[in-house]
């Protein structure tokens, strides 16, 4: 038995959890995009390409088609690390970009 195939992307990746997941059952990453600079040089090491940077500043168009969409839930605005806002801070809204993806 042949395992199928199907093509994801990999969005807010961080350190890459979603990809480890996906391609052990049999998913290929085709676009993968992160913000954070210290997340990219991580996700260069662990795969071997560097994450496109800012989100927002790609267009829809630019993403190759795909099967599955995983997107990592922005974590700053509920972490220790950020400044515990929640739901009331703005970076929280950029999930809502990938709607038109």
Not at 41 to 47: A, G, I, L, W
Request: glycine residues 12%.
């Amino acid at each position: 038995m042949t395992k199928k195939i199907y093509k994801f992307i990999d969005l807010f990746c961080g350190i890459g959890g979603f990809r480890i997941g996906l391609e052990r059952n049999g998913g290929k990453c085709v676009f993968s995009s992160d913000i954070d600079v210290f997340a990219q040089q991580t996700y260069r090491d662990n795969f071997g390409e560097t994450p496109i940077g800012d989100i927002t500043k790609v267009e829809a168009k630019d993403i190759p088609s795909f099967d599955i969409l995983a997107a990592g839930f922005p974590c700053q605005p509920f972490s220790y690390a950020g400044l515990g806002k929640g739901f009331e801070d703005q970076t929280i809204t950029i999930f809502a970009w990938n709607i038109p993806i």
